[in-house]
């Protein structure tokens, strides 16, 4: 698999907990995923299809 470089930007963040209850409440907070829904897109998808419906798809041409 070839490398492809790629710039980002890091946001850094101050938050006003240690990681592991910073992580906690993100947890909490993000919906979870539905696992057997994804497994379902991706077996009746093409790949391309697929990458396209993702939210990031600065990969999807790879």
Known sequence: ???VPHEVVLLEIPVDA???DFRA???R???RVDHERMEE???RS???ATTRAAP???W???
């Open 56 to 58: 990031c798809t600065s």
């Open 46 to 48: 093409p790949w391309q």
């Open 41 to 43: 897109i991706i077996a």
């Open 18 to 20: 240690d990681f592991a």
């Open 29 to 31: 907070a993000v919906p």
């Open 25 to 27: 409440e993100f947890e």
């Open 1 to 3: 698999m070839p490398a």
């Open 60 to 62: 999807a041409a790879t």
